[in-house]
């Protein structure tokens, strides 16, 4: 449930802050004359920012903040704090932040460094439920992929070595061959990788079948595809249109 105080405003904050610097005045643990003197500006500015005759300006406000060693935190109100922090710690509990990698799963480019971060995204838990090593990067679907995934820019994957070796036909991966990288779905048949659903015509770089004597399988299967559908970031996942694939049945 949403904090439902009262807002804090910045101009409750600047009168907070004079109320703070007259209480320190009337304790006699501080002067106009020493405040102006260490805030750099006129006894006379000082006087009227505290009579009301002139309002506290942020710059003021934080060179007073800076030299009287107190932060805003401090001026806000038990509850008002613990509203807030409430809410937030709630909020957290339903979204996970996720690494988001540079470079895109295309066989146009070299496959992307799926353990280097470029930017750190927060997504809600609910969209990476069950994955342990979730990573975000790009995507570029190449012409034996259904046209349902050729508005998709974007892909989010499982990089865990166990959900990576239990190879699911239902499922799909984001293999790395030749160095670039491709979207499909394979099986384990006879010590090999089949890699399904290739019967295009036209000449395809990554071949139909991979013997895993030469290559092992997590050379070649590097993540298996979680989501798939357009960038995500900095905008709300839930107004997105995407499509979640399929994910193992738990045994």
Not at 8 to 33: K, P, S
Not at 57 to 69: F, H, K, T, Y
Not at 116 to 122: D, F, K, L, Q
Not at 224 to 249: E, N, T
Request: with cysteine.
């Amino acid at each position: 449930m949403p904090f439902l105080g009262p807002p804090v405003t910045f101009a409750a904050m600047q009168r907070r802050m004079v109320a703070y610097i007259r209480g320190l005045m009337a304790d006699g643990e501080l002067t106009e004359r020493g405040l102006a003197r260490m805030v750099g500006v006129s006894q006379p500015h000082i006087h009227n920012v505290l009579k009301g005759a002139r309002s506290l300006s942020p710059e003021i406000g934080d060179q007073i903040s800076g030299v009287l060693g107190i932060s805003l935190l401090e001026l806000a109100e038990s509850s008002e704090l613990a509203g807030v922090l409430e809410d937030r710690i709630a909020a957290d509990a339903d979204f996970r932040v996720v690494r988001s990698a540079a470079g895109q799963i295309s066989p146009y480019q070299r496959f992307p460094d799926l353990t280097a971060a470029e930017r750190w995204v927060r997504v809600p838990a609910s969209a990476v439920a069950g994955v342990e090593r979730p990573v975000l990067t790009g995507f570029h679907a190449d012409s034996e992929l259904a046209p349902c995934f050729r508005g998709a820019t974007h892909i989010m994957l499982e990089v865990n070595e166990t959900a990576r070796l239990a190879v699911n036909e239902r499922c799909w991966y984001a293999l790395r061959w030749g160095g670039s990288g491709y979207m499909r779905q394979v099986r384990r048949e006879g010590g090999a990788l089949v890699v399904l659903g290739q019967r295009t015509w036209q000449q395809v770089p990554i071949p139909d079948r991979i013997p895993l004597g030469d290559v092992p399988a997590l050379a070649v299967i590097r993540a298996r595809v979680v989501w798939c559908g357009p960038d995500p970031r900095g905008a709300s996942w839930f107004g997105q249109a995407g499509i979640s694939l399929p994910m193992p049945a738990a045994s």
